[in-house]
């Protein structure tokens, strides 16, 4: 009896011991050095990817990223910024095999959302600004990105040329149609109202992406609903088209507006060939240090629903998510938080001239804050094709665009090939 008395007794010795020991040991989930995500020594490899070519800001990304690295010796983070940026991140979406770090241009939600870790649990993600929370943010609260700066575009004009004809910044698209008839005329020729391309369509679709928020979905009574569910009516589309044509047949774009280039822009506006831009002001440095005596100005777009007021379209910038599969996605998370400093955010929106997407950020834009802050009110929606049409759309504007103008295609003819095209690319989004 003494011995298995005595067996027990070093049994539950033993156990105990055990126990002990066990609870002695560091535990990983509240170990201080564990909580941070970079707490091991084991190297780790991240890639980034932007869609920016803009190298002062790549220059401030990558501040940033030495920045993180200096504090965390075990990490190294690759920048990239490929050429053809949206064919491959289709290519990696395709086999889900995505950078840790990414831009989504513009599709955080929609193109890219069921690829992106929920970032709504982080410090920053209550300081994302209201404008941009319907952008970035789903309606059960996932955050998907955060945004390092924001797009606010409207139209730049040449404010030399208004004030030289006595021109009043149109309010709607009457006025500014208006506006561009008087220019026409009393330069005698000498000065285009609008910059607009055939050859280089981007600004053409950019016209239309803008004014379409203006036609169909700022106002009151609007088509947003329709065009998400799929049954808007496409000869409501044909007044946009009509007025495209309207500006080509009053002779309001470029003469040469089949072979201009959108490189010729910055040359032309410092030159003071050209009264408006449909599009941010973002080429106004350059044609500044050619002529440093040009003025200019930004307006929101133009109402074209009676009753209605101006806008601005915008949204994402540049922006940064981390992909929800990568193998150290905690750091991808960690990295961003590096990103989310104020100081990082606030040199980020200096150095692209545009304004923060979160709370408290003040930046010193320049030259543009003069006209963001008389403007700070004014509503911004965020651009109609990210929202309202499929992926690929855009081409699509390009192309009808052209035709349009080079007189292959009608206005009716063009919202037809519009509802043609996007009940084509829609079923590819799922």
Not at 312 to 339: H, M, P, Q, Y
Request: hydrophobic fraction near 35%; glycine fraction near 6%; charged fraction near 25%.
């Amino acid at each position: 009896m003494k011995k298995i008395l005595s067996l027990s007794s070093v049994l539950i010795l033993c156990a105990t011991l055990a126990i002990t020991g066990c609870s002695s040991k560091p535990n990983s989930a509240n170990d201080s050095k564990s909580n941070s995500p970079t707490a091991s020594d084991k190297p780790v490899k991240l890639t980034m990817y932007t869609t920016s070519g803009d190298k002062p800001l790549q220059a401030v990304f990558q501040r940033i990223l030495n920045d993180y690295t200096k504090q965390h010796p075990n990490v190294t983070i690759e920048l990239q910024n490929p050429s053809d940026y949206e064919s491959l991140m289709k290519m990696k979406m395709a086999s889900n095999d995505l950078p840790d770090l990414f831009d989504t241009h513009g599709w955080a939600q929609i193109r890219y959302g069921k690829f992106l870790a929920d970032l709504s649990k982080e410090p920053w993600a209550a300081n994302i600004e209201d404008s941009m929370k319907p952008i970035v943010t789903d309606k059960v609260g996932k955050v998907y990105v955060l945004p390092l700066n924001a797009a606010k575009d409207g139209i730049t004009y040449n404010k030399d040329i208004l004030d030289k004809y006595n021109i009043a910044v149109p309010k709607t698209m009457d006025e500014l149609i208006a506006a561009g008839e008087k220019i026409k005329s009393e330069s005698k020729g000498q000065v285009t109202p609008f910059f607009l391309s055939a050859a280089d369509a981007g600004t053409m679709a950019q016209y239309l992406d803008e004014f379409a928020t203006s036609q169909l979905i700022s106002p009151k009574n609007n088509e947003a609903e329709s065009l998400l569910n799929g049954t808007f009516d496409w000869t409501k589309w044909t007044p946009l088209a009509k007025n495209l044509k309207e500006l080509f047949d009053k002779k309001l774009m470029p003469e040469d507006v089949m072979s201009l280039k959108e490189t010729e822009r910055i040359s032309l506006f410092a030159q003071g060939k050209f009264a408006f831009n449909v599009g941010g002001p973002g080429f106004v440095p350059d044609a500044l240090k050619i002529n440093p005596n040009v003025h200019y100005g930004i307006m929101p777009v133009p109402s074209i629903v009676p009753g209605d007021e101006p806008t601005f379209s915008g949204g994402e910038r540049f922006t940064l998510g981390a992909w929800k599969d990568g193998k150290n996605v905690e750091i991808s998370k960690d990295v961003i938080r590096e990103f989310a400093k104020p100081a990082n955010l606030k040199e980020i929106a200096e150095v692209s001239g545009t304004p923060a997407g979160m709370k408290d950020i003040n930046p010193d834009l320049g030259i543009f804050t003069e006209y963001y802050n008389k403007y700070k009110d004014i509503r911004v929606f965020p651009y109609f094709d990210r929202v309202y049409l499929p992926s690929g759309t855009w081409d699509v504007l390009q192309t009808l665009s052209a035709q349009l103008i080079s007189g292959k295609i009608t206005p009716e003819q063009y919202s037809e090939k519009m509802k043609t095209e996007v009940a084509r690319l829609k079923p590819q989004q799922k």
